[in-house]
């Protein structure tokens, strides 16, 4: 028969351990990151005006980047705590532990790429887009838009996609990350 714990004071501080710690941090960044990745950004577009709906991208962003920057390290710690060997073992990328260690440490660089270059990057040409439209009296879609507007819509379309896929990128490796701590546990 299982044992069966009595909830009390001292059951519900030892909740408080590396692991159940673990598992929040986790369930909040990819909650966190799925959120902002297929619906809070849509639902954003979809309800405000595509200058406001850029403002909010502009504010909203640097927070979620460093969010996760913030959460990734910290479940890195946690994982290297929790997996003593790890660092003897780091560069062996076979091993499980270090194959998840270099899973966080991916979503930390392509959320730091977003957060300190791209992202600053696509801020600056889409407010420059905003204002060119300003001058020219045209939205940046408009048929006879300026030469220069049509180096800028470029410059944002790479710019934004980049900023996509390393999202995606990130959104992936925790999507892995978290299938594997389901199966196999931390």
Same mark, same amino acid.
């Given at each position: 028969?299982?044992?069966?714990?009595?909830?009390?004071?001292?059951?519900?501080?030892?909740?408080?351990?590396?692991?159940?710690? +673990?598992?929040?941090?986790?369930?909040?960044?990819?909650?966190?990151?799925?959120?902002?990745?297929?619906?809070?950004?849509?639902?954003?577009?979809?309800?405000?005006?595509?200058?406001?709906?850029?403002?909010? &991208?502009?504010? @909203?962003?640097?927070?979620?980047?460093?969010?996760?920057?913030?959460?990734?390290?910290?479940?890195?710690?946690?994982?290297? +705590?929790?997996?003593?060997?790890?660092?003897?073992?780091?560069?062996?990328?076979?091993?499980?532990?270090?194959?998840?260690? +270099?899973?966080?440490?991916?979503?930390?660089?392509?959320?730091?790429?977003? &957060?300190?270059?791209?992202?600053?990057?696509?801020?600056?040409?889409?407010? &420059?887009?905003?204002?060119?439209?300003?001058?020219?009296?045209?939205?940046?879609?408009?048929?006879?838009?300026?030469? &220069?507007?049509?180096?800028?819509? @470029?410059?944002?379309?790479?710019?934004?996609?980049?900023?996509?896929?390393?999202?995606?990128?990130?959104?992936?490796?925790? @999507?892995?990350?978290?299938?594997?701590?389901?199966? +196999?546990?931390?």
């Amino acid at each position: 028969m299982a044992h069966v714990e009595v909830v009390s004071p001292a059951s519900f501080l030892s909740t408080v351990s590396p692991k159940g710690v +673990y598992i929040l941090g986790y369930g909040w960044l990819y909650g966190m990151s799925v959120w902002v990745s297929f619906f809070g950004g849509i639902i954003a577009l979809r309800t405000l005006p595509r200058h406001q709906f850029g403002a909010l &991208q502009h504010k @909203t962003f640097p927070i979620y980047f460093s969010s996760s920057i913030g959460l990734s390290s910290a479940l890195l710690g946690l994982w290297a +705590y929790v997996h003593p060997e790890l660092l003897a073992n780091i560069t062996s990328p076979l091993r499980a532990d270090v194959a998840q260690a +270099y899973v966080l440490g991916t979503v930390i660089a392509l959320q730091s790429c977003n &957060q300190f270059v791209v992202g600053p990057m696509t801020s600056r040409t889409m407010f &420059q887009r905003h204002k060119l439209e300003k001058e020219e009296g045209k939205n940046y879609d408009e048929p006879g838009v300026s030469a &220069q507007m049509k180096a800028l819509n @470029t410059k944002f379309g790479m710019l934004h996609g980049m900023s996509s896929l390393a999202n995606l990128g990130a959104v992936i490796a925790l @999507t892995f990350h978290g299938l594997w701590i389901g199966s +196999y546990g931390l």
